[in-house]
């Protein structure tokens, strides 16, 4: 069965700084990968996804994320961090053929000024 | 630009009531979800549909009960409720389900308390 771990529960960071969060995951099959953020009091929304191909994704709001199959690592980056990213992100796995989504812990981002 | 609207937004329970959350969805899209979040826990599965007339179990299906008679709806239903039914719920909603890798959108989530 797959699996997500979400290595940091949280992440503090100086506004402007590099950042990454790190999302290692478990599955005997080929999977699809996201990230999704959530910032206070709101839904989920998508930053990013990996389907097939490339392995460096990138989405919106400037974040990326590298696929790692040997590691199976699928870990989020952002080279420049601002207060407004301050939010929850989920990483989740589904696997190929599976009509689920699996979650991870996730991992609160927040900025220091 | 509704998306996946869900109501109530918040809702205080006595131990043993019941009650429905409500989910729509304008975009239609065949697959539908209700996930629960939980502080440490990420987000856990209840109940999906793939199309009208059809409901399957998540990861934590008990205490909760789904039916699909629509493509735009899909209730959750409390029966009897508990202090650990205690959580922000959350309904989403994808074109044709995760195995193909669509995007799932969510709603705004239901904060439900039971005391």
């Known amino acids: 069965a797959q699996s997500v771990t979400q290595l940091d529960s949280q992440v503090p960071v100086f506004e402007e700084a590099p950042v990454e969060l790190r999302c290692n995951y478990s599955?005997?099959?080929?999977?699809?990968l996201f990230w999704y953020v959530q910032y206070p009091n709101q839904g989920l929304q998508l930053l990013l996804k990996y389907l097939s191909g490339s392995t460096l994704v990138k989405g919106i709001n400037g974040f990326e994320a590298e696929f790692n199959k040997s590691q199976t690592s699928f870990h989020l980056r952002k080279p420049s961090v601002h207060i407004s990213d301050t939010a929850e992100y989920f990483c989740a796995v589904s696997e190929k053929g599976a009509q689920k989504l699996v979650f991870g812990q996730g991992t609160r981002l927040t900025i220091n000024p | 630009n509704a998306g996946v609207t869900q109501t109530p937004k918040f809702q205080v329970l006595k131990t043993g009531q019941s009650m429905t959350l409500q989910c729509a969805q304008d975009m239609n899209h065949e697959y539908m979800s209700w996930y629960r979040q939980d502080p440490g826990m990420g987000l856990r599965l209840i109940h999906y549909s793939v199309g009208a007339g059809i409901t399957d179990q998540g990861e934590v299906p008990n205490g909760y009960n789904v039916s699909r008679s629509t493509t735009e709806d899909f209730p959750l239903r409390l029966l009897s409720a508990a202090p650990s039914q205690t959580s922000v719920y959350f309904c989403a909603s994808s074109y044709s389900g995760t195995f193909s890798g669509n995007t799932i959108y969510f709603g705004e989530g239901s904060w439900l308390t039971v005391v």
């Open positions: 599955s005997s099959v080929s999977v699809y």
